[in-house]
Every structure is written in C-alpha cells, then in structure tokens.
C-alpha cells in the first residue's frame, strides 16, 4: 500500500493477488489455525503503515475519544432540554410537495447533470401522479411487482445464476396487504402523501417487522423474526410507502463487490455479468433496475456510494445521528449509517426528509434540527458555492477514466469557488478507517460468538479478514481514532463560513 504522509506524492499500491474457490477455503482454514500466517497477512495489507507517522507529532496527544455527542444528547434528553441548533426559517426550506411538484415538471436527471442517454427510471412523482389521476392503483402495482420479482428475481437457492438476486426476504401477501391499505386510502381520499403505495426495498441491516435481520449470513437471527421495525422503516410505513421486502448484502457488509453465496450475489441491470457494488449493491440494483424508485442502504465505508456508482442511482450517507440507529444492527457502529438510494436527485431529498429527524430511542439524534432541504438547491446558479476539493486524494485514483470525469466535474462548476482542502496523512487516515470499520466488524462478530455460543460460519473471505483483523495490535486502533480526531478537527475548519476558516 506504501509509502505516505502529509506529502502531496502519489501513493503506490499493492495489488493483492486474486484467489478463490478451493484455494481461498484452504487459506482460510490455514489462516484461522496458524497466527504466525494471520500476523504475516495484516503486515502485508500494509495497514500497518499507520505507524508511520513521527513519534514527535502532536497527533499522538490527542484524544482517542472523537464523538462527544453521546454524554451531550443524554444529558438533554434526560432534562428535556429542547435542542441548541436551529434549522433556516421555513420559507427558504424544500417541503415534500415541492419535490414532487418539480419532478413532474421537470426532467431531475438532466438537472443533476446524469447524461440524458442513461434510461429513465421511475420516480416517485411518477407514483404520485398516476395514483392522483387514478390510472392506476398501488394494488395493481404492487400486483405486476411480484409477477416480475417471482419471475426473475425470487430464489430460493442464494446461488442460483438465473436470478437477480435483490430480494433476500419478502412476502407476496404483506406487500399485497400494505398496497390494499394504499389503495383504501386514495379511494378515500384520505392519501398520506408522495410516498403513499410506492414500493420501497429495506437492506437485510435493519429490523422489518415479521423478518430476520441476517446481515446477509447464515448464521445471526436465524428463526428470529424481527417483533418491531427499525425507526426509518417505521417512518417509511408512516408515510403509507409499501415495504417490499428485504434487499440481499455482502455477508457482514465486509465487501463492496456483492459477492455473497448465502443471499445470491445481485446482478447489474446495465450488464449482468456485472457487479451492483457492496455492500447495499442489491439495493443499488434494484433501483437501477426499476424494481423501487427507493431503497434504504447503509453505509460505513462506501456501502451507498459505491453501489450508486456502479449503478448509475443517487445515493446519499447522511452525516451520523442525523438518522435514527435503532433497529439497525451495529455491524459498524460508530462508522455506518442509514441512507437511501434513489432513482433521482430530488427522490433523495424526498426520502431524507421522510426519515431523518430526532428518535427518543437514539439518544444521539436528539440534539439535531429538524431534516431540512434548502430550497436554494433548486437554483441552476452556482454562484457562492463553496467546493472542496482534495488534489492529493484526486492523485491517488487508478484509473485515468475516472480522473478525467473528476477533472470535467470540477470544471463544470462555473460561478463556484473551488476551494483546495490539504489533509495531512491522507493516506494513513485512510488506512485508519480501514482498521477502524474492520475492527468494528470483528467485535460485532465476537459479540455472536459470545452471544450464541457459536462462532460465525463465514465464507470463506470474510474467513480470512476476520482472522487476521483479530491479530490487530490494540495501539494501531487508537492511533486509528486519533486520526480520526484530527480529520474531524480538519473538516470542521474546512465547512467553518469562509471568513472563519481562514
């Protein structure tokens, strides 16, 4: 991985050699039963190369603790204390018929500059209006949903190369049951608004009511169905959106390719011999694929964004406690967060304001304004616009096709400021977020074990990481935290207003 620091040099991989089959499942009983080879695998990872920062450099002084919304949001949620941010004023803020009202007037993918040859998908205006002008009903869509998902995406075995695989959980009956209450409701005229009857997909992360919450195993929830939704899946049904089911995932989350013999490793709708990306690729592909104008992701390193890519969606990670935890298993805690996945930029702001907001269950949304979406993002100007931009992390990509996008991207922005963002330790920060999400990762996995009275049955990659993840020194996770104190401190200069940042 190599050589870094705060220079402004390219940093020079490795590239790992590729393995699999019977080869990857030998190395994995090797490497869980010899420590020798584990300890030899994470130096060759080259994580190790976070040490390399001067033992001289303040950075080691600072506080391994990174978060102290915690300690804040408890002490007001326990003396009722109203919270200290405030949102704009109302009149310069999107509402959800805004959103709407401009997506059936306008074409959203040209204004989010998606080049107008991509396929159009279904938005959720397009519900909406259909629904209004009674074209159509939501129990006639849902009803043509699952001839289609029986048809081409249902599988009941997970490896199954006929089928698409983004469905990993789902019932035919309760999606007919919840478009049968829509469909009451806009007989009645008593609709709950944009979202009423348009079908949603939820990652195999967070509680649906009557499922397992597997995380894409086969080994955590098995014959435990979920008693209550988690809280963005309950804010989902709130606003009269149809729960299709539950999305398949990299087992664990540990991966950004899909590749998953439990749950079916979800199929490219542009090319199926292509990956969706991980670990919310089936969401991604469900999306892209037309299946649900919104699906709901998680993202700790990528998970959202790297599907969003591969498949040509909108994605968005939300900054952390803007979305409510609970009902979303901790496989990464202090790292992943919900978000949604959308057939458009404005599908986006439309389920952001549907489910983010304070929860009295996660203490850390409590001290929060209320979601928000300024209206300003409706203006083509880009005059005052501030963008940050990292010309050493731009160095570091691979590929000379992506660098060129990057580069006509930054171009395009006329009438923005362009602001150069330094990071010292780029590369070594990022190495501590790789140490960091893995280290999560494998005490969540402990905590089954220990739970269960079993240890996680794995495939055989995640087999690998966890053995040697677990060889990882405790000093490297805490200089990992003080990087990641020292980001935080960074960024929050770089967002300061720009007669503060200097």
Excluded at 194 to 209: A, Y
Excluded at 383 to 401: F, K, L, S, T
Excluded at 461 to 486: C, E, F, G, H, K
Aim: proline share 7%; with cysteine; hydrophobic share 45%.
């Amino acid at each position: 991985m190599a050589s870094s620091s705060s220079s402004s040099s390219v940093v020079r991989r490795t590239v790992a050699p590729s393995i699999g089959g019977l080869v990857l499942t030998i190395l994995a009983f090797v490497v869980e039963r010899v420590p020798f080879l584990a300890r030899l695998l994470l130096r060759r990872s080259g994580l190790l190369a976070i040490r390399s920062i001067p033992a001289s450099d303040p950075l080691h002084f600072l506080p391994a603790s990174n978060l102290p919304l915690p300690e804040e949001s408890w002490w007001a949620s326990r003396n009722k204390q109203p919270a200290t941010v405030t949102a704009p004023p109302a009149n310069a803020l999107l509402t959800p018929a805004d959103v709407v009202a401009l997506a059936t007037t306008a074409d959203d993918h040209d204004r989010a500059g998606v080049a107008s040859a991509r396929p159009r998908q279904v938005r959720v205006a397009d519900f909406a209006a259909a629904y209004a002008a009674g074209r159509v009903t939501p129990s006639q869509v849902i009803e043509s949903l699952i001839k289609i998902i029986e048809a081409v995406d249902a599988a009941k075995d997970g490896a199954d190369p006929t089928k698409l695989h983004y469905l990993f959980q789902w019932s035919a009956s309760e999606a007919r049951a919840q478009a049968a209450a829509s469909t009451a409701r806009f007989a009645s005229g008593r609709a709950l608004g944009p979202l009423d009857g348009v079908p949603v997909l939820i990652k195999d992360e967070f509680d649906v009511r009557g499922f397992e919450t597997r995380c894409g195993t086969n080994f955590l929830n098995r014959g435990r169905r979920a008693a209550r939704d988690a809280e963005v899946v309950a804010r989902l049904r709130a606003a009269g959106a149809v729960i299709l089911g539950k999305s398949g995932m990299d087992e664990w989350g540990w991966n950004t390719f899909g590749i998953n013999q439990v749950t079916g490793t979800p199929r490219n709708p542009y090319d199926l011999q292509r990956s969706c990306g991980g670990s919310s690729g089936a969401c991604g592909g469900a999306v892209a694929a037309g299946l649900c104008p919104i699906a709901i992701g998680a993202d700790g390193g990528g998970s959202i964004r790297i599907p969003s890519s591969f498949c040509g969606t909108f994605g968005l990670k939300p900054t952390t406690a803007r979305l409510s935890s609970s009902g979303h298993y901790p496989v990464a805690a202090t790292v992943g967060v919900a978000g949604p996945l959308t057939s458009s930029a404005l599908d986006l702001a439309l389920a952001y304001l549907a489910i983010a907001g304070p929860d009295e269950k996660d203490p850390l949304t409590l001290r929060q304004p209320r979601p928000f979406v300024p209206r300003s993002i409706l203006s083509p100007s880009m005059n005052g616009v501030r963008i940050g931009i990292m010309p050493e992390y731009a160095a570091q990509v691979m590929d000379p096709a992506i660098a060129r996008v990057m580069t006509r991207v930054q171009e395009r922005q006329e009438g923005a400021v362009l602001v150069p963002i330094d990071v010292p330790y780029l590369e070594e920060i990022r190495l501590a977020h790789s140490i960091t999400i893995s280290g999560e990762m494998v005490a969540a996995a402990r905590l089954f074990e220990r739970s269960a009275g079993l240890a996680p049955t794995m495939i055989p990659a995640n087999r690998v990481l966890y053995a040697t993840m677990s060889r990882l020194p405790m000093a490297d996770y805490v200089l990992s935290q003080r990087l990641r104190a020292a980001l935080i401190r960074r960024l929050q200069r770089a967002f300061a207003p720009a007669e503060r940042a200097g």
